[in-house]
């Protein structure tokens, strides 16, 4: 079940279902499928999660054990799995296997750390987490989701300090430099298509306008990140945050629809009606969303200034 999958990984911590999510996802790209071409993850609708592949359980003795020098020589190249070196060796220990798994999951734990970290929107924490991934991206260069990570840390940073004089151009401009990497090494990753799209927007402010087609490379990286996984929402509302016209409204509809209760989806909407100088209809989108609004518990943050927006 998802919550007990949520209770038993983050331990106490608050997090939101879509932690769970991307989690899975992460499994699933690392797993990749079975041989007959089904996930080793399957998703029950409104139960949860289950490991599909056979389990062989074994006592702790045959895993410590050496391997049967027949079994060995059995083994294919297909079978036989690199496995990559930690930049601090863990401590030797009686138990081998522990120590194997020990090794296998650290960056992964680190990686964890670092998305609760950003996830918690704090700002030692974000600092935290840049300095994981900027450790992970060290130690395994190769892979792309660490970069992903670096550039979202990045990211934060700098949303952080965007109204300061000066901003941190520097966490910036390392953001699309790991995003741009991370797209080139996984041109099939959304994620990585999501961060470069996010910099680059907040990049124009800073740049001059050239009238070429790099001007909209933001709304081109979003398109992708959405092709990529269509049903994600917050690739949806990414694009409606760089684009605007009818890809906004269009993008901002279909993230309302996939995640009714993203109210920010009406300020989107409402902005494009504004433009268009249709100001009747525009004031009867952020009415509703007021009156969503409204029906919230007390005390929730927003409101007011929808309001004031009416």
């Known amino acids: 079940p998802k919550r007990e999958l949520i209770d038993t990984a983050w331990r106490g911590a608050w997090v939101t279902p879509n932690s769970l999510y991307r989690a899975i996802k992460d499994l699933r790209e690392t797993l990749g499928v079975l041989p007959d071409g089904g996930p080793y993850i399957e998703t029950h609708n409104r139960r949860g999660f289950r490991f599909a592949a056979p ?18 020589e059995e083994a294919t190249d297909s079978d036989r799995v690199t496995l990559p070196a930690m930049a601090q060796p863990v401590p030797e220990r009686e138990d081998v296997g522990g120590s194997l798994i020990q090794r296998l999951l650290a960056p992964h734990l680190v990686s964890l750390s670092g998305r609760l970290a950003l996830e918690s929107l ?7 987490a840049r300095s994981e991934y900027e450790r992970l991206v060290v130690e395994w260069p190769e892979l792309p989701r660490y970069r992903v990570g670096l550039a979202t840390a990045c990211m934060m940073q700098y949303e952080a300090t965007r ?6 151009l520097a966490a910036l401009s390392l953001a699309e430099r790991q995003a741009r990497i991370a797209c ?10 999501a961060v470069l799209a996010h910099a680059l927007h907040r990049k124009k402010k800073y740049q001059p306008a050239t009238g070429s087609s790099a001007d909209d490379e933001d709304v081109a990286a979003a398109r992708e ?12 509302l990414l694009l409606a945050f760089v684009s605007g016209g009818r890809e906004r409204l269009s993008a901002a509809l279909s993230a309302s629809r996939q995640h009714p209760g993203l109210l920010i989806t009406s300020w989107f909407v409402a902005s494009v009606y504004v433009a268009r100088i249709a100001l009747p209809a525009a004031r009867a ?3 509703r969303t007021c009156e969503l609004l409204d029906a919230r518990p007390s005390g929730q943050i927003g409101r007011a200034s929808c309001r004031e927006r009416v």
């Open 163 to 168: 109204a300061d004089d000066p901003p941190d």
């Open 225 to 236: 990140a959405v092709r990529l996984e269509p049903e994600e929402w917050r690739h949806l």
């Open 55 to 72: 389990v062989e359980r074994r006592p702790v003795t045959d895993v410590t054990s050496s391997p049967p020098a027949a079994a060995a």
């Open 184 to 193: 080139q090494q996984a041109p099939e990753y959304a994620d990585a298509w």
């Open 122 to 128: 704090s700002t030692p924490a974000v600092a935290r």
């Open 285 to 287: 989108e952020l009415r």
